[in-house]
């Protein structure tokens, strides 16, 4: 059975994500178990943010998205400042994170890292935040993301899966590629600005 987790691994290859950022933790099993078996790369920085930034650096280096896998809570939280960062300097890096279970979600019981509503604050800093409640969501959902990767004014987006989500199972999920190129310049505006 592939799962969520796993799934997304596959969607992210499709994408032409060959190298991601991150620390795993028991929020993301399922993200760390299909990418063993993936051609992605793996860097495993010290901390969270190091993670961010590092996703921010490969995006600049190589022109392609950064990407970032991070634990709920005060994992997620650590990436702000990189986040910040990337959308001050429209920089494309994709943030996926684990959140507790759903039917834990905002009920202030205390499980491990739980915070009031992550997703609302990373809303704030990102460019969108969305929270995958099925499998059938993740192609679209990506899709949308590197839509925006490609765009005039590209920058953060954040993806988290609760952890009872991303072990459900996910076959048959095929990507949705978009032919996205990047927008090409304003041929008006240019001869406007060499005139003045």
């Given amino acids: 059975m592939t ?17 991601v950022f991150g620390i795993p933790g028991v929020h993301t099993v399922e993200l ?37 896998f991070v634990i709920t809570g005060p994992g997620l939280t650590n990436t702000i400042t990189a986040m910040g960062q990337a959308r001050a300097d429209s920089v494309p890096i994709l943030v996926i994170s684990g959140v507790n279970a759903t039917p834990t979600l905002g009920k202030g019981l205390g499980h491990l890292h739980e915070l009031p509503d992550q997703r609302g604050m990373m809303e704030k800093v990102a460019l969108f935040s969305h929270r995958v409640t099925e499998a059938g969501e993740l192609p679209g959902v990506l899709a949308r993301a590197f839509a925006l990767f490609s765009s005039s004014r590209p920058g953060p987006v954040h993806i988290e899966i609760p952890t009872d989500v991303m072990s459900l199972p996910a076959s048959g999920i095929v990507p949705l590629l978009r032919n996205s190129a990047p927008p090409e310049p304003d041929v008006a505006a240019i001869a406007e600005a060499a005139r003045l």
């Fill in 3 to 19: 799962t969520i987790g796993e799934a997304l691994i596959t969607l992210l290859e499709a994408h032409g994500v060959d190298t």
């Fill in 32 to 68: 760390y178990r299909g990418l063993a078996r993936s051609k992605i790369r793996h860097v495993t920085p010290r901390h969270e943010q190091g993670a961010g930034f590092m996703a921010d650096g490969y995006a600049r280096a190589s022109g392609k998205p950064g990407i970032a």
